[in-house]
């Protein structure tokens, strides 16, 4: 307020505060994230199994037999009075599960995949899965999306599923919610998977972090930020900004790579490790100490090129080791009293 302003100094330029995309992440914080996304993956095709068109248009309710063991029922109606009205809730339920499937596994954004149109699609192999194109008029367009080689069953099955529910619709939205009241072109919200989620105590994983899962999983598997900005249809700078999350075995790896460039070990005949074959004191060492020979554990002691084990246990052995060694000098008696001493003993040095 010395200024007698209402907003401050920085508003009124172009300086905007960067976004703090930082994360304090873990491996317990890690493995968590990454098994909810597998436990609502797992639902979501237990779900798409179950909701057949003979389950949907028989009797009610609907059992749900899940991997983990429970049964969901479904009774897609109010009340069991009206058992004989359509069954729309189970047809939304199995597109929404179909559609959270489908983005998980072409790495589309919900705007993009829900305007998506049914056809004949045609599709040739890619990496490790297929480029599918959708053909126009007798005519092969362009590549509409990318899945991988395992998911073609399971979208090739929803085709048949979706041309059984909706016979008249041959040229339609390939997710065809059945709505009433809201307009057509809106996104879902994926209210039923919402619900099976509550009912189940699962994590409901949104679209937004279904991709980041996907893109994560690719550089882990990659390790080529280009290729997999590529796979992701995005800038490299983009994906490295606004989806990649720090992983923490990724970085232990890139550690551990790193250490046996700069700093690669040798066999060595004591505890620990060598870095270089070539025995060198270490320098202020007493010349009665043991010198350097590559030949036995002890002649690692005073190596310049040793490197000892970074553990409790081992300098608690090295401890002991010290120990013992000071108890054989204490009786030690090489030398008569009076007399002058000769070369300190080695247990003497350490």
């Not at 639902?43 to 003979?54: E, K, N, P, R």
């Not at 598997?221 to 900005?229: F, I, K, M």
């Not at 002991?320 to 247990?347: I, M, Q, V």
């Amino acid at each position: 307020r010395a200024l007698e302003r209402r907003v401050s100094v920085l508003a009124d330029t172009r300086i905007r505060k960067p976004r703090d995309n930082r994360l304090v992440r873990d491996t317990r914080a890690s493995r968590p994230s990454l098994a909810q996304s597998f436990a609502f993956g797992h639902a979501l095709i237990d779900i798409c199994d179950a909701l057949t068109v003979g389950s949907i248009r028989g009797a009610l309710p609907v059992r749900i037999p899940l991997r983990n063991g429970k049964i969901l029922e479904e009774w897609s109606v109010r009340s069991r009075a009206d058992a004989g009205q359509p069954r729309y809730p189970l047809i939304n339920l199995r597109i929404e599960a179909e559609l959270l499937l489908f983005i998980a596994q072409t790495g589309l954004n919900r705007a993009q995949a829900y305007p998506a149109r049914i056809g004949q699609f045609h599709y040739t192999s890619h990496l490790d899965g297929y480029q599918v194109r959708r053909y126009k008029h007798r005519r092969q367009g362009e590549v509409e999306f990318e899945i991988y080689r395992e998911y073609r069953a399971l979208f090739e099955r929803y085709l048949t599923w979706r041309s059984a529910m909706f016979p008249d619709d041959p040229d339609g939205l390939l997710f065809p919610f059945v709505r009433h009241g809201r307009a057509e072109d809106a996104p879902p919200r994926f209210t039923r998977v919402h619900a099976v989620c509550r009912k189940l105590g699962i994590t409901f994983v949104p679209p937004g972090s279904l991709r980041k899962v996907r893109i994560n999983w690719l550089l882990r598997e990659l390790q080529d930020p280009e290729l997999a900005a590529e796979m992701a249809q995005h800038a490299p700078g983009t994906l490295l900004r606004d989806y990649v999350e720090p992983n923490p075995q990724v970085a232990m790896l890139e550690i551990s790579r790193f250490h046996r460039l700069a700093d690669p070990d040798i066999a060595m005949p004591g505890p620990g490790r060598c870095v270089s074959p070539m025995p060198a004191g270490l320098p202020g060492v007493p010349p009665q100490a043991t010198r350097p020979d590559c030949a036995s554990p002890a002649g690692c002691l005073f190596c310049v090129h040793h490197r000892d084990v970074d553990s409790e246990d081992h300098v608690w052995s090295l401890a002991s080791f010290r120990h013992l060694k000071s108890l054989e000098l204490a009786r030690d008696r090489s030398s008569p009293p009076g007399s002058r001493p000769g070369n300190p003993h080695p247990a003497a040095l350490a």
